[in-house]
Each structure stands twice: as C-alpha cells, then as structure tokens.
C-alpha cells in the first residue's frame, strides 16, 4: 500500500513555471513506477509524463521541451517541473503509481487527490 500527495498546484500567468511534488509513504516507493495525469473540466483525464523505477521516462507530445519528470528516491517524491505554461495546461494534476520491475505500465494502482493548477492569459 502508498498513499501519494501532490502538492505544489496554484494560479500561475501563462509563460510561468510551477513544480508539483509527489510525495509517497512506504519504503517501497523506488520501486514503483510513477506518472502524472491531468483532468480539465469537461475532459477526459489525460496522460502527462511517467517515470520508471530505473529512470526511464516519457512524456505527452503537448508537454515534450517544457515538462520535466524527475524522482528523488531518497526523498520518496516524484517532481513535475512546468515551464512556459499555458491556459491550455489547466487542469487538475493527479500522481499515480504502481510497482513494476522495469518499464512503465498501461495502469497505475494508486492515486492522489490531485492538485489544481490555473494558468490565465
């Protein structure tokens, strides 16, 4: 079992920057794959960037040179730094995971409550 939290959401002006953390309990957490999501109202969820337990990561084509992805393992925390923000970005960023020896899964197992992130014009 982990819980996640993220953190680090707010109202930011569109070319702002903003780093979400996630941050896990359980020791166990460098072994799980993580990825963040993202909902805006009236859409469907849709994927953001993932990392591997090992370092491997990918990303959404919308985000690609402006998202970055990053774990701190002895931290238990996963970051999602965002650069040159848009209005388009806004939405609700949720963490997820899920322990997998190598590679990224199709799933995650478990969620956080989300953190809101707006970005004006």
């Known amino acids: 079992q982990v819980h996640l939290r993220e953190s680090g959401g707010g109202l930011v002006q569109a070319g702002g920057s903003l780093r979400l953390s996630c941050a896990a309990s359980g020791r166990t957490f460098r072994t799980y794959a993580v990825g963040w999501f993202r909902q805006a109202p009236g859409k469907e969820r849709e994927f953001v960037a993932a990392?591997?337990?090992?370092?491997?990561?990918r990303s959404a084509e919308s985000v690609k040179g402006r998202f970055t992805i990053s774990r701190d393992k002895s931290e238990n925390t996963v970051y999602l730094q965002m650069s040159s923000l848009k209005p388009e970005d806004t939405a609700v960023y949720y963490c997820?995971?899920?322990?997998?020896?190598?590679?990224?899964?199709?799933?995650?197992?478990?969620w956080g409550q989300g953190t809101q992130v707006t970005v004006s014009s």
């Open positions: 997820a995971a899920k322990s997998i020896p190598y590679g990224l899964p199709a799933e995650y197992d478990y």
């Open positions: 990392i591997s337990r090992n370092g491997g990561i």
